[in-house]
């Protein structure tokens, strides 16, 4: 008879995301009040959106770490979603973990940037708007013309797209890129709703998504600059996606250092060094868990240097 697959189950979920902190279950499961938004300054000014929005009733709270970043309850969205800045796309939904991982990233106005995991594209409209150039890369068919469309709409004149698998991108860009962003593909544990279950989770999909991370993270270093600076980045909590790739990189390569990212945020917590039965290197403690908050998803981030 052929043997069946345990099924995981939320309890084993619940447990893990406890080992990693004792309160991350709770704050997966509490629903959002809040949402974010950007302004697109590739087509307008903060206080042009600021004024429309006020004649239409909207006057949302900023975001004291990102001058184009506000925030609005949820019960606000729907108007905002048929506000005049919306429809024209001088606004764009963004989470604001995503919004601060991407501005993370060191860009000075001469830099080209690569994307290696880029589409819908939101992060890549942020680099558009700091950098010369940008190089997104997407190998998703589908993802791929929605993100080609989100750029159009939104007026960008310098991201070059790219329908590439970006595990290969390095073979043809060696050493090429200023500073590059890897919002890697991931088991999305950050976006679970507790409330409708666990229908899509397993620690097999972590495995298999870590096995794709450890190769797209040397694709991203591989195309770094001497001198430059990197993101990895996930919306997942598995330590075999975060910490285990970036150590990974770490023991592939002594000239990869581990930057300190600047913060004053209270919802996050440090890299861990010790997962089951791994033992990571200290310098993942300078890496960052975003922890789910009224307006922030779960999300991950390391700032890595090379040398
Ligand atoms: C987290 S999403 C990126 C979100 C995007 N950076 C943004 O902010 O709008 C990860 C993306 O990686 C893509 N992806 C999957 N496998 C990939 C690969 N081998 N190389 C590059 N990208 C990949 C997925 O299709 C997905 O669009």
Same mark, same amino acid.
Request: aromatic share 12%; proline share 5%; charged share 25%.
């Given at each position: 008879?052929?043997?069946?697959?345990?099924?995981?189950?939320?309890?084993?979920?619940?447990?893990?995301?406890?080992?990693?902190?004792?309160?991350?279950?709770?704050?997966?499961?509490?629903?959002?009040?809040?949402?974010?938004?950007?302004?697109?300054?590739? /087509?307008?000014?903060?206080?042009?959106?600021?004024?429309?929005?006020?004649?239409?009733? !909207?006057?949302?709270?900023?975001?004291?770490?990102?001058?184009?970043?506000?925030?609005?309850?949820?019960?606000? /969205?729907?108007?905002?979603?048929?506000?005049?800045?919306?429809?024209?796309?001088?606004?764009?939904?963004?989470?604001?973990?995503?919004? #601060?991982?991407?501005?993370?990233?060191? !860009?000075?106005?001469?830099?080209?940037?690569?994307?290696?995991?880029?589409?819908?594209?939101?992060?890549?409209?942020?680099?558009?708007?700091?950098?010369?150039?940008?190089?997104?890369?997407?190998?998703?068919?589908?993802?791929?013309?929605?993100?080609?469309?989100?750029?159009?709409?939104?007026?960008?004149?310098?991201?070059?797209?790219?329908?590439?698998?970006?595990?290969?991108?390095?073979?043809?860009?060696?050493? +090429?890129?200023?500073?590059?962003?890897?919002?890697?593909?991931?088991?999305?544990?950050?976006?679970?709703?507790?409330?409708?279950?666990?229908? +899509?989770?397993? @620690?097999? /999909?972590?495995?298999?998504?870590?096995?794709?991370?450890?190769?797209? !993270?040397?694709?991203?270093?591989?195309?770094?600059?001497?001198?430059?600076?990197?993101?990895?980045?996930?919306?997942?909590?598995? @330590?075999?996606?975060?910490?285990?790739?970036?150590?990974?990189?770490?023991?592939?390569?002594?000239?990869?250092?581990?930057?300190?990212?600047?913060?004053?945020?209270?919802?996050?917590?440090?890299? !861990?060094?010790?997962?089951?039965?791994?033992?990571?290197?200290?310098?993942?403690?300078?890496?960052? /868990?975003?922890?789910?908050?009224?307006?922030?998803?779960? #999300?991950?981030?390391?700032?890595?240097?090379?040398?």
């Amino acid at each position: 008879m052929a043997k069946q697959k345990k099924r995981a189950t939320l309890e084993d979920f619940k447990n893990r995301l406890e080992s990693i902190n004792p309160n991350l279950f709770n704050m997966l499961s509490t629903p959002k009040t809040h949402f974010s938004f950007r302004v697109n300054l590739n /087509r307008t000014t903060v206080q042009e959106v600021l004024e429309k929005l006020k004649q239409e009733g !909207i006057e949302p709270q900023s975001v004291e770490w990102c001058k184009e970043a506000f925030v609005l309850s949820i019960e606000s /969205r729907e108007a905002l979603v048929k506000s005049t800045p919306y429809t024209a796309k001088e606004v764009y939904i963004q989470n604001l973990s995503s919004i #601060f991982a991407a501005i993370s990233l060191k !860009i000075k106005p001469e830099f080209w940037v690569l994307d290696l995991a880029a589409a819908p594209g939101g992060k890549s409209l942020i680099f558009s708007e700091r950098a010369s150039k940008v190089s997104a890369v997407e190998p998703d068919k589908n993802r791929f013309f929605m993100m080609k469309r989100n750029f159009k709409e939104s007026l960008v004149k310098n991201i070059q797209t790219y329908n590439k698998d970006g595990r290969f991108i390095y073979k043809a860009c060696p050493e +090429w890129f200023d500073a590059v962003f890897l919002d890697a593909p991931c088991s999305s544990e950050a976006h679970i709703d507790i409330a409708k279950g666990i229908t +899509w989770w397993s @620690p097999r /999909r972590i495995y298999k998504f870590a096995k794709l991370q450890k190769e797209l !993270i040397i694709s991203a270093f591989e195309s770094l600059k001497s001198g430059g600076e990197m993101i990895y980045a996930t919306c997942t909590f598995a @330590p075999e996606e975060n910490e285990a790739v970036v150590n990974y990189l770490l023991s592939k390569y002594p000239n990869a250092k581990v930057l300190p990212i600047e913060h004053n945020l209270q919802n996050t917590q440090k890299g !861990i060094t010790k997962w089951q039965d791994e033992e990571y290197s200290s310098e993942v403690t300078k890496t960052l /868990r975003f922890l789910p908050n009224k307006a922030f998803s779960g #999300f991950y981030m390391a700032r890595i240097g090379k040398e």
